[in-house]
């Protein structure tokens, strides 16, 4: 069983210096989501990421079987 489908709450893997995932940081905190935020690197993504995300990029949301991403 992968790491992935382990979370019990949502994850969202965001780049701190990118405009997308602050988007998506303002829409989750104006819903009043309950999220797991994950800071990465752009230049180095966590396997994690690969494993969910076919396109291994960044702003990728996880809610336990649904994957989001760009």
């Known amino acids: 069983m992968s790491l992935v489908t382990k979370r019990s709450t949502m994850t969202f893997f965001s780049d701190p210096t990118d405009h997308m ?21 752009p230049d180095d993504i966590p396997e994690e990421v690969s494993e969910i995300n076919p396109y291994n990029n960044l702003p990728t949301l996880l809610d336990r079987d649904l994957v989001l991403y760009e």
Not at 21 to 41: F, M, N, P, Q, Y
Request: proline letters at 0%.
């Open 21 to 41: 995932s602050h988007r998506v940081r303002i829409v989750l905190a104006e819903k009043g989501v309950t999220v797991d935020i994950v800071d990465c690197d």
